[in-house]
């Protein structure tokens, strides 16, 4: 009982000291028992005495939630008797130029019948059957034509990856991954079970679709035992987003890419054009996917003639017009805040934040080491409902809003904690967060504060150490395609004559120079002694084209942690949204139920 006590308390995969054997043994400070966290289940084994097990763990902030009455959904049920006409299957695929289906034996399961068909109405069809009877895609014979029984959750052909493994193939449809298998029966092909996205922008998956992507989190292990994953995905924009999306979750460093022949746009348009020795030779001869190294002009074209077809693009917005004007969100940057003790750094993070969440369906990585998660989820619910948690002189948050505001936040953010009392290092948390880009999707990571992370070069000064820092945090940014906040203190600064302090900037944070020098963004958030606004200033944007070195100035409603932009600041400010209570307590800008309809309707 003790150790599945210690095993729940821990949130990230890790080694610890073992309670049952280090107290009798000379080395007790050694870390034998080692964690592994996969999804809700953290399995455990101390590789001294042996002591092995899993225990089930749920989300802390589940004590929030009230139970939901169960919803009936409508199940088509899946036969149980299923039948395979060999000619059917090799008359299918003969239609789409695939030649090489023989004998079935060997192939990811299929079966045959007959199915209706939106327009046709009934049509021979070939069936592609998910493990354990999830689902059955069903493709028409002589029409390109869909339907489904169940629900595909998982990969197609997931349960005959062996144990170990090379090279994994990722293909986007189940006659690929058949047709590939016909090819050479000893490759290791899959499917996704949903196709490329619809929806693309700038060759990226919206966030909105992030939720697709849960059969990769389900995969984890499979990933990590491969040595290589090819993508052998359409060739059109839906496939490269498709492809984007996966390397930007796996990890780039694993992903492999083909370069398809002209003319050709999947697997089969290969096998139909080339032959299955044009195929070989194409898996043969994969690409690494880009991450380091020397590239010429020319792999940098496709990027370059997208910026002249469709311009730079905009930063997504972070919810305040006057914060607008000189920071504006972009992906694959590091932006530094810097401010003076309770200058509002942290509230202003969080509203942004859950703007972030709620316009665009962004999804963030928290590492907040100076508050606790559960009264950091209810500040959060603050700005979300704009009613206080606690009792006060506002009418306080029903117990119904903070139920539906603790959804929102559990389906757009997660914690980095760690609860061993060991401060986390830099390299460790960029694990964690990798976890969370892989299971959700996350886009942004926060980390508050610098001060927090443990020093991983102890023989180094401390300039060095925060410079080497920052370029892995650069790195991570851009390798997965992340917008990470760093909130650093300032050096002790003196005060004027009349008592107040200067506005630190870049160059007065503490301890390197480097919080400048490899910041893409920098700003100071600081509280002005004449007019009581909290002032917003950029003191760096290296991309012009999302920011721009200047002041936005704010109004902060303490009661909610909410920031509105200020009409009455010395430039003009944008338009001043109300902070009066309304009668029942809640600020009239921004309401609880424009928050929840925009989420519902984006569900």
């Not at 030649?99 to 019948?113: F, K, Q, R, Y």
């Not at 859950?354 to 009264?375: M, R, V």
Request: proline share 4%.
């Amino acid at each position: 009982m003790e150790v599945e006590e210690l095993v729940l308390s821990v949130p990230q995969s890790c080694r610890v000291e073992c309670p049952v054997c280090s107290p009798d043994r000379k080395k007790k400070g050694e870390k034998t028992l080692s964690i592994t966290i996969e999804g809700n289940t953290k399995l455990f084994k101390c590789h001294h005495c042996e002591i092995s097990g899993k225990v089930e763990s749920s989300p802390f902030y589940e004590q929030y939630i009230e139970p939901e009455k169960p919803k009936i959904e409508s199940v088509v049920p899946i036969p149980t008797q299923l039948k395979t006409d060999n000619d059917l299957i090799k008359r299918f695929f003969s239609s789409r130029g695939v030649a090489t289906i023989g004998d079935l034996s060997g192939l990811p399961e299929m079966t045959t019948g007959t199915k209706y068909f939106n327009n046709l109405g009934t049509c021979d069809a070939v069936g592609f059957v998910y493990q354990n009877g999830e689902a059955i895609k069903w493709r028409a014979v002589d029409h390109k034509a869909f339907t489904q029984d169940g629900a595909a959750r998982s990969f197609y052909n997931i349960e005959n990856v062996p144990k170990e493994i090379d090279d994994l193939i990722i293909v986007e449809g189940e006659a690929d991954c058949v047709a590939l298998q016909s090819i050479d029966p000893e490759l290791v092909v899959v499917s996704v079970p949903n196709g490329a996205p619809q929806t693309v922008s700038n060759k990226k998956v919206v966030p909105e679709d992030d939720k697709k992507f849960s059969y990769l989190w389900d995969s984890k292990q499979i990933f990590e035992e491969a040595n290589r994953i090819i993508l052998l995905l359409d060739n059109d924009q839906a496939g490269d987003a498709l492809s984007e999306e996966i390397s930007r979750r796996i990890g780039r460093s694993k992903c492999w890419k083909i370069k398809y022949p002209d003319g050709c746009k999947d697997v089969t348009d290969i096998i139909r054009e080339h032959g299955a020795e044009g195929v070989k030779e194409r898996i043969a001869d994969v690409k690494a996917i880009p991450l380091d190294g020397v590239y010429c002009a020319e792999d940098f074209y496709e990027g370059l003639y997208d910026l002249y077809d469709h311009g730079h693009g905009e930063g997504l917005s972070t919810g305040l017009d006057a914060l607008d004007e000189i920071y504006t969100v972009q992906t694959g940057e590091l932006c530094v805040v810097t401010g003076l003790p309770s200058s509002g750094k942290s509230e202003l993070l969080d509203s942004v934040i859950l703007h972030l969440a709620k316009n665009h369906g962004f999804k963030t990585c928290i590492a907040s080491f100076e508050k606790n998660p559960s009264q950091h989820i209810g500040a959060l619910c603050e700005k979300i409902v704009g009613k206080p948690l606690y009792e006060g002189s506002r009418a306080r948050m029903t117990r119904s809003e903070l139920r539906d505001a603790a959804k929102f936040c559990n389906d757009h953010f997660v914690w980095i904690q760690s609860r061993s009392g060991d401060l986390m290092n830099i390299s460790e948390l960029i694990m964690s967060a990798r976890d969370a880009i892989h299971r959700m999707g996350c886009r942004g990571l926060l980390i508050d504060p610098y001060n927090y992370i443990a020093p991983e070069e102890r023989d180094t000064g401390e300039h060095l150490q925060i410079s080497n820092l920052l370029t892995k945090v650069q790195a991570f940014a851009k390798s997965y395609d992340l917008h990470i906040w760093f909130v650093a203190h300032p050096s002790k600064m003196s005060a004027r004559e009349d008592g107040t302090y200067a506005v630190p900037k870049g160059m007065n944070i503490s301890g390197s120079m480097a919080w400048y020098a490899k910041s893409d963004i920098g700003l100071t958030v600081s509280r002005s002694a004449n007019n009581g606004l909290v002032e917003v200033h950029n003191w760096k944007t290296r991309n012009k084209h999302v920011g721009k070195m200047g002041v936005a100035y704010l109004e902060f409603d303490v009661p909610t942690g909410r920031y509105f932009s200020a009409s009455d600041s010395p430039e003009g400010g944008a338009v001043m949204h109300s902070t009066t209570p309304d009668k029942s307590g809640s600020v009239s800008s921004g309401g609880f139920h424009d928050w929840m309809s925009a989420w519902e309707e984006d569900k």
